[in-house]
Every structure is written in structure tokens, then in C-alpha cells.
């Protein structure tokens, strides 16, 4: 595991995608509101979890495992696990959609609040998003108002066993008003930064902020 963060090669996967984006594939054009409808516009329900990632399931053990917070912060830091858990831990049960239709409901996590993250490093007065970067190279942006969400978390368990690898464990961030490809898996490092800028799905056709109630599946969107 180098410092440099490497980039997903494009793949059947990433060319569906990016197909589905130019079509406006699962689009009703229907808008929500979250506070009286549970499901967003598009949606199905499901009772076991599906596995989606772009080809590659990084192993990374919890000895080898750290967190890099750094960019327009105050207290730049670079976690390993121990340092993690002695961060006040976090309990959230929350629901997650998946831009591909799928909602799971009442997800129980633990882990740490992001809001107890930008406390330890301390955000700069011109931080305005954040860039994760995951294990595999992903990448994906938040507006720091999504990141500091009030049930946003850095998840390290799920149902109360520890985050399975093909779910992004050891740790991964967990933003649930927003699509699940911004939750990014295997997280590697927070970066805070000065202006909002694409990530790879968001480089590959996908809306900046991805709101499921407004649909926000795909750029322009």
C-alpha cells in the first residue's frame, strides 16, 4: 500500500455505467421529500445487502490500516487502528440507497462521527468539501454540510459484527441522505478542500451531490 493513491482501470462495469448515465437509465423523474417518504423515487427494497465495487476487494488488515485527515485542517492526522477506537464511537441506525435502485433499511453501525472527525483536525474558514480516497484507488467529493451530517460515520461495524471487506471494511464512511457511492469503502484518506471537485463516478457521468429524493443520479440532473 503506497501513499499515492492509484486509479480504478476502466472496466465492464465502469462502461455500464457511464451508459446508464447518458441514457438517464432508472430516471421516473419524481421528487420526494425524506421527511414523509421513507423511499426515494426509483427504489426497491431489499433485505440482504448487494455488493457492488469495481473489481478489486482491497484487503487491508486492521495492523495495516490507517487514516490520512489532512488538506485545510488545523490538526492534520494520520490514524491507525488503535487511534480510532480511542475516538469516541458512535452508534447510528440509519437506511442506504444505492444509485442502482437497491434501499436497505435500518442499518445499525458503529464507528465515528464524522462531526468528532472535523472536531480532532479542526476544518479551515475555506474549507468548503472533502475528497475520500478509498484502498482501490476510488475516489468520491461531499460538500462538507453533507460530510458533517449528523448520522454520517466512519463505520467500522455493521449489525454488530465488524465490517466485512466486500462492504468496505475495515472502515467506511457512511453518508445516508446521499446515494451510496458516496459513502466511499476501504477508506484511506480525508482530504478538505478549498472548492468542489469531481470524483471518479462524478468524472464518469454522475451528479456532484447525488440526492436520492431529488434524483440525483446523473450530472446535470
Known sequence: MGDEPTHPEDSKLTRSKRAWAHEGRFLTGRTARPETERLPPGQHLVKNWPVLDLGEQPEVSTAQWRLDVA??????????????????????????????????????WKGVSTRDVMDMVAPKADAAAVMLTSYDGYTTNLLLADFAAEDAILAH???????????????????????????????????????????????????????????????DD
Request: negative net charge; hydrophobic residues 35%.
Open 157 to 219: 461495524s455493521w449489525q454488530n459484527e465488524p465490517l466485512a471487506t466486500e462492504h468496505g471494511g475495515p472502515v467506511r464512511l457512511v453518508v445516508p441522505h446521499l446515494y451510496l457511492w458516496k459513502s466511499a469503502k476501504w477508506l484511506k484518506r480525508i482530504e478538505f478542500i478549498g472548492s468542489d471537485r469531481a470524483g471518479f463516478w462524478e468524472q464518469n457521468g454522475y451528479h456532484m451531490r447525488g440526492d436520492p429524493w431529488a434524483e440525483q443520479r446523473y450530472a
Open 71 to 108: 488538506g485545510l485542517v488545523e490538526n492534520a492526522r494520520s490514524l491507525d487502528w488503535d487511534a480510532l477506537l480511542a475516538l469516541p464511537q458512535t452508534e447510528r441506525r440509519s437506511d442506504i440507497h444505492c444509485v442502482t435502485t437497491w434501499s436497505r433499511y435500518d442499518n445499525d
